[in-house]
């Protein structure tokens, strides 16, 4: 049976055994959606790349410490997720923001909404647009949240935090993407 034919268990199987085209198989079928999940964390083409690769490395160097082949996509996912956040944190730790470039770039995203417009209008760019001019701690939880469906137990572990400053940062990153796009709506 060639590959393109087999699922995902047996491919896994296949690559612990370090079959090098059920690896590249493995890659072709993943590299996409975990490409779009690095990105959406470090907001850099080139650095979400990177990320990708050498989370696939990671993957396929520590196979035999997965227990269970059905969920190599959410243990992949995981890797992708927390590679992404530790290299947004390391070229981010000592960049600031002067305020006049964050005020800006608000002005910039007002695109002339008619005032009829409700909240499950408004443009899908626009809301991400509007979520990455959040506060970091804001913006991650709530793309693992929303985008990539993590709960708050998941994402506490993610981002290192207890379960209760999960629920209320994630729940203050909502109150302040709802306030930023209040006044776009209301245009």
Request: aromatic share 12%; net charge negative.
């Amino acid at each position: 049976m060639s590959l393109a034919k087999q699922n995902i268990e047996q491919l896994v199987e296949l690559c612990k055994s370090g079959n090098q085209f059920a690896q590249l198989e493995v890659y072709n079928r993943y590299y996409k959606a975990m490409y779009n999940v690095s990105y959406r964390i470090v907001k850099d083409s080139f650095e979400a790349e990177d990320i990708m690769q050498d989370a696939f490395l990671s993957a396929f160097t520590k196979l035999d410490t997965l227990h269970d082949t059905v969920t190599f996509g959410s243990w992949l996912k995981r890797i992708v997720i927390n590679k992404s956040i530790y290299n947004y944190k390391k070229s981010h730790k000592y960049q600031n923001v002067p305020y006049d470039d964050v005020a800006f770039k608000m002005e910039q995203a007002d695109d002339g909404i008619p005032s009829d417009y409700e909240y499950t209008n408004v443009k899908a760019q626009t809301v991400l647009d509007t979520l990455n001019s959040l506060k970091e701690s804001y913006r991650v939880a709530l793309t693992l949240h929303l985008i990539e469906g993590y709960d708050y137990e998941e994402i506490s572990d993610i981002m290192d935090m207890s379960y209760a400053n999960c629920r209320t940062t994630i729940s203050r990153a909502k109150a302040s993407l709802r306030q930023k796009l209040q006044p776009q709506v209301e245009h």
